[in-house]
């Protein structure tokens, strides 16, 4: 009964909107939807004050990437040490978008990007 209870919620669940995480390597299997991509931070990079969250392998090779613009990026950094979260398992939430060959989310508030559960 347990089992099928599981199976259940596991079938209705993603139809509800409340889809399972995503790895980073498979973010580019969800262009145009919404998603919540999970796995380590290699790479926190910043240029021209726009933050790029880097996962898989550092620029230019990422698989997938978190990109928080400047005129976001003063308020998200303000709630969420960016830096401080290279190297841990985040979570970044949106909507997926395909940017020069690499799977983003656009981050623009700080409830898109948390720390995972380890």
Known sequence: ??????????????????????APEDA?????????????????????GNYFLNFGHHY??????????????EMVNRKVALKQLEGRRVEISG???L???????VITKAS???VARE
């Open 1 to 22: 009964m347990k089992s099928l209870l599981i199976a259940l919620a596991l079938a209705v669940l993603p139809a509800l909107g409340f889809a399972a995480d995503i």
């Open 99 to 105: 940017h020069k060959g690499c799977p983003e989310i």
């Open 112 to 114: 898109q990007i948390r």
């Open 60 to 73: 230019p090779r990422q698989v997938f990437q978190g990109f928080v613009p400047a005129s976001s990026a």
């Open 28 to 48: 580019g299997e969800h262009i145009g939807k919404q998603g919540t991509v999970v796995g380590t931070l290699v790479e926190v990079a910043e240029n021209n």
């Open 95 to 97: 909507r997926i978008e």
